[in-house]
Structures are given as C-alpha cells and as structure tokens.
Nanobody
Framework: QLQLVESGGGLVQPGGSLRLSCAAS????????IGWFRQAPGKEREGISC????????NYAASVKGRFTISRDNAKNTVYLQMNSLKPEDTAIYYC???????????????WGRGTQVTVSS
C-alpha cells in the first residue's frame, strides 16, 4: 500500500520551467529520503537529484546543478523538483523513489513511482 505518484510533467519550450511533484501515500514521507531520476528514450536511467530524510542535505547531478531544485513539504507529504532553464536534453520520463538510508546520494531506492513525461521542445 506504499505508493509514490509523480505529477507536473508536460510540454515546455527551451528556457522554460516546470515543477514536478512526488506525492506519497501509505507512509509518512519525512521518514524517507527521496530521489528523482529520469530516463530518455534509448538511454540509461540517470539519477538527477535527491533529498535526505531530514531535508538538510541535497544532491544534484552535474547535468542539472544550478537549474533544478529539490525540496520537501512534509505537511503535504510531497517532494518537489523545480526545473528551470530547461533544455531539449532534459526531455525524459521523470521518476521519484524512496529510501530508508541516510545518505541519499549512495542509497538503494526501494519504492518507485510510475513516472511523468517532460518534453522540452520548440
């Protein structure tokens, strides 16, 4: 009954912004670290950002650092990924996942959402 659901994807022009949401049900999100991942057609899944259980530590892949921001709102049981200055190469399906481990950048992720499509195109 633990479930993660992504939302907020869509079509955006280069240079535009989107905010993705990862909503949890069946558990309290503040007990878990959350990672965001993406997979483009024909390519390997890429970890792009994560936030620790406490919210005090965040990590970003070099490909998105300075453009994306991860945050959490425990009252809403939701983690967000704010994506700015979007590029065509950001086009992918974006997934969120949860971990019970402390250091999210090296964690194993146990539960996964089903993804939301982000398309960046003129």
């Amino acid at each position: 009954q633990l479930q993660l659901v992504e939302s907020g994807g869509g079509l955006v022009q280069p240079g535009g912004s989107l905010r993705l949401s990862c909503a949890a049900s069946g558990f309290t999100l503040d007990a878990y670290g959350i990672g965001w991942f993406r997979q483009a057609p024909g390519k390997e899944r890429e970890g792009i950002s994560c936030i620790s259980r406490s919210g005090g530590s965040t990590n970003y892949a070099a490909s998105v650092k300075g453009r994306f921001t991860i945050s959490r709102d425990n009252a809403k049981n939701t983690v967000y990924l704010q994506m700015n200055s979007l590029k065509p190469e950001d086009t992918a399906i974006y997934y969120c996942a949860s971990t019970v481990q402390t250091i999210c950048a090296i964690a194993r992720y146990d539960y996964w959402g089903r993804g939301t499509q982000v398309t960046v195109s003129s």
